[in-house]
């Protein structure tokens, strides 16, 4: 049988060309923006001045412990943040500090 040869030939021309490829998506990865991290609380503040609203959050796993922390937004979301509402968002750390993206109204976490 002549298959042999042929197929080793293709695993050792084929393996380390699929490495490289997930090496390279590796990379890419590394390049992206900062990563962003889903985070679900409630507004409790809204600072105009700061461009900021005040959030106490639920536990970021990996990230940070639950806590009341102030978020950078941008100005539509500080527009429409009211106390009290229960948001959804994603965190992301910034060279000048927290930010919140993609704010959403959400349902308040129901009572057990
Ligand atoms: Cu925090």
């Given at each position: 049988m002549k298959l042999r040869p042929f197929v080793a030939f293709l695993v050792l021309t084929l393996a380390p060309a699929a490495i490289f490829a997930a090496d390279s998506k590796t990379a890419e990865k590394t390049i992206e923006a900062p990563k962003r991290h889903p985070l679900r609380g409630v507004i409790t503040g809204v600072l105009a001045e700061k461009s900021s609203i005040l959030v106490k959050h639920e536990d970021i796993p990996?990230?940070?412990?639950a806590m009341t922390m102030a978020f950078k937004v941008d100005a539509a979301t500080l527009q429409s943040a009211k106390e009290g509402q229960a948001i959804t968002g994603l965190l992301a750390r910034e060279a000048d500090g927290w930010h919140l993206y993609d704010v959403k109204p959400a349902a308040p976490k129901p009572a057990k």
């Open positions: 990996g990230v940070m412990r």
